[in-house]
């Protein structure tokens, strides 16, 4: 059975980073176009980045462009989410989903496998 952990949430001020990893097991990981996704309390589910493959095709939601970076190591079956200059609305649970031989979808019906996520607090 697939699996895909999530790790690196926590608290944070605002204005400060953290590095969010995905790794994933039992997954064609090469293979698959790999994405976050958050969900704040109250609100529904948005999609916050993707990558295809390689790791050369990048997107990002209009409210995290220039803050965030996704990255993978296709060698560690992970992914990372790297979050700087971060602001209280950022605050939310924090998902990774794979989508096998997929594209880089910003709807998460488009992803098959998900993580149980990590906590993302940003508060003073």
């Known amino acids: 059975q697939v699996q895909v952990v999530e790790s690196g949430g926590g608290s944070v001020q605002p204005g400060g980073s953290l590095r969010l990893s995905c790794t994933t097991s039992?997954?064609?990981?090469?293979?698959?176009?790999m994405g976050w996704f958050r969900q704040a309390p109250g609100k529904e589910r948005e999609w916050v980045s993707c990558?295809?493959?390689?790791?050369?095709?990048?997107r990002y939601a209009d409210s995290v462009k220039g803050r965030f970076t996704i990255s993978r190591d296709n060698a560690k079956n992970t992914v990372y989410l790297q979050m700087n200059t971060l602001k209280p609305e950022d605050t939310a649970m924090y998902y990774c989903?794979?989508?096998?031989?997929?594209?880089?979808?910003?709807?998460?019906?488009?992803?098959?496998?998900w993580g149980q996520g990590t906590q993302v607090t940003v508060s003073s």
């Open positions: 989903a794979a989508d096998v031989y997929g594209s880089c979808s910003t709807s998460s019906g488009a992803y098959e496998h």
């Open positions: 990558i295809g493959l390689k790791g050369v095709t990048t």
């Open positions: 039992r997954l064609t990981f090469a293979k698959s176009v």
